[in-house]
């Protein structure tokens, strides 16, 4: 059986519409197989409006879904038959090799490491964020998945960033870097100053020093790392920034005569713009340290998003990533 993605069908502001296209598109273009879990009756209603004839599309049926509001741990203890439950319990049961939901991360997170469970030597999983970067792409992790963190944790963070970085995004010996308020070793709190010394005694890491927020998008450093609570604010503004130069931009170049003859002349350059600021040309962030591949999609997810998600996933599959986390863990 070639590599299969279990997605879940009901996760994302718009539904089993969006999921569908995305799969249909992704099994096309990717020829692999999805399993769509979430309500049979409502994904076999999106499915007929798709040319899915001889892909490998199937549905799992869950009875049930997770609110974007719901509790995490309310909804791990109650519904047993969610579509997350039912997606990870597929990777788990070696029914499919990945999972990916644009639903509740809170519970998406809560469910994957109470039905997975962690790698071995992880104690904390993170959420990696692509972001793209002056030099490309780098990747920040942890984005949001631990508010509260130790400094062995931000260690197991570089070390699961540094895998990714060379096994996915074809990095030979990325850099990596520890988000700070300054340069020197010294700058930081308590946290920081601590995670800097494991991170520089570690042999296995090309760690560089901290990094400052101001560098983050110029691509200071190829794998940076913080706790969950700084890196999802960062997240944030990075998002936030994103779309504020986009409709600056369109605002600025449609005012009067010169900035609409501009915006022929830049329309190229434009477009480029667009592709590089662009979430859904990620798909999302995947979730290290767990005992199979998950990946978090936006709750704002496009069909473009999911079908780049299921390509993203089956590249952590491809590439091995589980196996080079849990050496890199062990070596550490």
Known sequence: ???????????????????????????????????????????????????ATGLGIAIRHAPETVGMQESPSAALRKKK??????????????????F????????????????????PGVERPAIALIIPTLKGQSILLDAGANADCKARHLLQFAIMGD?????????RLPTVGLLSIGEEESKGNELTREAFKGLEEDQTLNFIGNVEGREVLTGAADVIVCDGFTGNIA?????????????????ELGKGLAGMA???????????????????????????????????????????????????????????????????????
């Open 100 to 119: 990916i939901s644009a639903g509740n991360t809170g519970a998406v997170m809560a469910t994957a490491l109470i039905t997975l469970g962690p790698l």
């Open 235 to 251: 997240l944030k503004i990075i998002e936030g920034a994103a779309e504020f130069f986009t409709r600056l931009l369109k605002e």
């Open 262 to 332: 501009g915006a022929l002349l830049a329309r190229g350059a434009f477009k480029r713009f667009k592709k590089v600021v662009d979430y859904t040309e990620y798909g999302g962030a995947p979730l290290l340290g767990v005992r199979g591949i998950c990946i978090i999609s936006h709750g704002r997810s496009s069909a473009k998003a999911f079908k780049n998600a299921i390509r993203a996933a089956a590249e952590c599959v491809d590439n091995k990533v589980l196996e080079h986390i849990t050496e890199g863990i062990a070596v550490s």
């Open 81 to 98: 038959q969610s579509s997350i439950r039912v997606g990870l319990e597929l990777v788990k049961n070696r029914e499919a090799d990945a």
């Open 163 to 171: 895998v990714y970085a060379r096994q996915v995004m074809g990095k």
């Open 1 to 51: 059986m070639g590599t299969r993605i279990a997605l879940d069908a009901m996760g994302g502001d718009r539904g089993p519409m969006v999921t569908v296209e995305g799969a249909v598109a992704a099994a096309r273009e990717f020829n692999l197989s999805v399993v769509l879990v979430g309500n049979e009756e409502e994904i076999s209603k999106a499915l007929k409006q798709h040319a």
